[in-house]
């Protein structure tokens, strides 16, 4: 896994054929996932986000059941 400890901006990424619904990275982190009422699989709410959301993004990472969730580093253009 990349390094995202100082990363500025990070990508988040939501395997939606994995996602069972469970729930869990909308509590923890609510401006970055939802569950829409009747929905079968959580949705992004943001594609990127800044980096200081990065301790709750590895949060729901880690505690995703169905680990539908991956994050990267996005690489700004020089």
């Known amino acids: 896994m990349t390094d995202l400890k100082n990363a500025q901006q990070v990508a988040v990424h939501l395997d939606t054929t994995k996602c069972r619904a469970y729930g869990?990275?909308?509590t923890i982190a609510p401006d970055v996932f939802s569950l829409p009422k009747g929905s079968p699989?959580?949705?992004?709410l943001k594609d990127v986000t800044?980096?200081?959301?990065?301790?709750?993004l590895?949060?729901?990472s880690f505690n995703c059941p169905a680990q539908a969730i991956s994050l990267a580093r996005v690489e700004s253009a020089s």
């Open 58 to 60: 590895e949060e729901a």
């Open 50 to 56: 800044d980096g200081e959301d990065l301790a709750d």
């Open 24 to 26: 869990i990275c909308v």
């Open 41 to 44: 699989v959580a949705v992004l």
